[in-house]
Nanobody, 129 residues
């Protein structure tokens, strides 16, 4: 099974940028679809963005469209979430997730928590106003 480790979080000011990384160990990440979720204090974990196993398809929630970009480098077994123009409401713990994806579903995207089998431990992102 794949193990995921997030990094890149931190404390920034509104308008700043951060790039989160999700490093995978174990089976090659190229056979997994990936997603990013976040959880603000007192709130449920919510979907942020998803990318297909091939990297050819991506999708993000409306609140981050135009500001966040999900990507992956299968050769490095790493996924990324580039976050620009950060806002205080983006504050939370960010988690990457992965699920096996067959070649038939290489372009499929998954947006629900229950779609994913593997999760990282999370990285804190705090945006001050």
């Amino acid at each position: 099974q794949v193990q995921l480790v997030e990094s890149g979080g931190g404390l920034v000011q509104a308008g700043d940028s951060l790039r989160l990384s999700c490093a995978a160990s174990g089976p090659t990440l190229s056979t997994y679809a990936m997603g990013w979720f976040r959880q603000a204090p007192g709130k449920e974990r919510e979907f942020v963005a998803a990318i297909s196993r091939s990297g050819g398809s991506t999708y993000s929630t409306d609140s981050v469209k135009g500001r966040f970009t999900i990507s992956r480098d299968n050769a490095k077994n790493t996924g990324y979430l580039q976050m620009n123009s950060l806002k205080p409401e983006d504050t939370g713990v960010y988690y990457c997730a992965a699920r096996p994806s067959t070649i038939i579903h290489r372009s499929s995207l998954y947006t629900r928590r229950n779609d994913y089998d593997y999760w990282g431990q999370g990285t804190q992102v705090t945006v001050s106003s």
